[in-house]
T-cell receptor, first 113, second 113 residues
Framework: AQSVTQLDSHVSVSEGTPVLLRCNYS??????LFWYVQHPNKGLQLLLKYTSAATLVKGINGFEAEFKKSETSFHLTKPSAHMSDAAEYFC???????????FGTGTRLQVFP | DAGVIQSPRHEVTEMGQEVTLRCKPI?????LFWYRQTMMRGLELLIYFNNNVPIDDSGMPEDRFSAKMPNASFSTLKIQPSEPRDSAVYFCASNPGGGYGYTFGSGTRLTVV
């Protein structure tokens, strides 16, 4: 069975400092992985996706993620946090042979001025 | 494209009443998903459709919940009778298939009192 584990439920950073949100996955197959963002009282927006092409994936708003098979990780990074990045972030894996998505428990990112 | 459209945005109802949530997917998207989000359980997949046919309803919590997709442009999620524990944000999402990520609607916040 496929699953994702988000290693931090909360992350706090200062504006202008790097962001690292950690995600490990479990899959018997080469997975499709995604990061979604949810701002307060909003729907979920796709940040980026990995589908077995380049291992470094660039997304919107300056975010990127690197697929590391040896570490079964798909961590999300951004060089410099902005106040508007404060939100909940979900790491997601696609279930093989279906279009079902399995969501992690989420990481709440706080950005302090 | 207007995206995935859900209605209503907010619904407050009394316990025992019937509640109907509505969703219009993106035109051309073959898959439609209903998710429920709560603080305690996170994002849960309730049911999904492919070409208007229900594929997996194993996440529907009990017989009080039902979902239909009479055509490619409309789906409903019905709760009858509603209970306070059904209070949550219900999201609809669609995707074109092929491993692409979902596009989510803005959600319906349901409160059952």
């Amino acid at each position: 069975a496929q699953s994702v584990t988000q290693l931090d439920s909360h992350v706090s950073v200062s504006e202008g400092t790097p962001v690292l949100l950690r995600c490990n996955y479990s899959s018997s197959y080469s997975p499709s992985l995604f990061w979604y963002v949810q701002h307060p009282n909003k729907g979920l927006q796709l940040l980026l996706k990995y589908t077995s092409a380049a291992t470094l994936v660039k997304g919107i708003n300056g975010f990127e993620a690197e697929f590391k098979k040896s570490e079964t990780s798909f961590h999300l990074t951004k060089p410099s946090a902005h106040m508007s990045d404060a939100a909940e972030y979900f790491c997601v894996v696609s279930v093989i042979y279906t279009d079902k998505l399995i969501f992690g428990t989420g990481t709440r990112l706080q950005v302090f001025p | 494209d207007a995206g995935v459209i859900q209605s209503p945005r907010h619904e407050v109802t009394e316990m025992g009443q019937e509640v109907t949530l509505r969703c219009k997917p993106i035109s051309g998207h073959d898959y439609l998903f209903w998710y429920r989000q709560t603080m305690m359980r996170g994002l849960e997949l309730l049911i999904y459709f492919n070409n208007n046919v229900p594929i997996d309803d194993s996440g529907m919590p009990e017989d009080r919940f039902s979902a239909k997709m009479p055509n490619a442009s409309f789906s409903t999620l019905k709760i009858q009778p509603s209970e306070p524990r059904d209070s949550a944000v219900y999201f609809c999402a669609s995707n074109p298939g092929g491993g692409y990520g979902y596009t989510f609607g803005s959600g319906t916040r349901l409160t059952v009192v």
